[in-house]
């Protein structure tokens, strides 16, 4: 389709565009209710769908008294899935699971949904304040620009050198495929190739489990450890 040659160009000059999975869980948004996972047939939402983008799910995240890292948990409303209309970039080879379609002679590789997560969950959001106001936002309308601001403090880290995010978190992932640390949680968490591997929760059809899953994909960075590892 158009946009994704647009979206191909972008990836190809070194630009990264994040799109948030959507809030309606593993069902389709246009024809479930957004917030509810379940409501509707199993389908990913687009851009995320894209394999030129980096999709991003949402997380539930919680911290000590202190505010430091304790664990996180699948988003119930984060959406996730699999694509039916676009295959898996060369870079997710190994690491999303390889699916059977109508139609072909043997198993093929088909996009999976989200690439990463991040603290989506409204009771955990962000503090928003509008005209004095305080209030709490949430979404994976946040946990994408959480996602795109973190990246371009990489980028900055890295004298702007890193080009399209997708493979290099894919390649740090498959690089270090063994978990390396546990956090106490709960909700328990490992550090897996620089990301918070999430381990309980789901968003509907899916449920969060060891590695690669259609509720948080790799998982959150752990920005310390991802910026050790990412562009070498």
């Not at 047939?41 to 851009?47: F, G, I």
């Amino acid at each position: 389709m158009t946009i994704d040659e647009i979206l191909l160009q972008a990836a190809s000059q070194g630009q990264t565009m994040f799109a948030s999975s959507g809030d309606a869980g593993s069902a389709c948004a246009v024809v479930g209710t957004n917030g509810v996972p379940g409501s509707g047939p199993p389908l990913v939402e687009y851009p995320a769908a894209s394999p030129y983008v980096v999709a991003v799910g949402g997380t539930t995240l919680l911290s000590n008294a202190d505010g430091t890292y304790l664990g996180e948990a699948a988003w119930n409303a984060g959406g996730g899935g699999l694509s039916q209309f676009e295959y898996s970039p060369y870079w997710e080879s190994g690491v999303q699971p390889t699916t059977g379609v109508a139609g072909q002679s043997a198993p093929v590789s088909i996009r999976g949904v989200p690439d990463i997560a991040m603290d989506a969950d409204p009771n955990t959001g962000a503090d928003v304040y509008v005209g004095g106001a305080g209030t709490v936002i949430g979404g994976t309308s946040l946990s994408s620009p959480l996602a795109a601001g973190v990246y371009a403090r990489l980028q900055s880290a890295h004298n702007n050198q890193l080009g399209f995010a997708a493979p290099q978190f894919y390649k740090i992932y498959t690089e270090n495929p063994n978990a390396s640390e546990t956090p106490a949680g709960p909700p328990p968490t490992e550090l897996v190739g620089g990301f918070h591997d999430i381990l309980s929760g789901s968003n509907g059809a899916y449920t969060a489990l060891p590695r690669y899953d259609y509720t948080t994909g790799l998982g959150t960075f752990d920005i310390q450890a991802i910026n050790a590892s990412i562009g070498h």
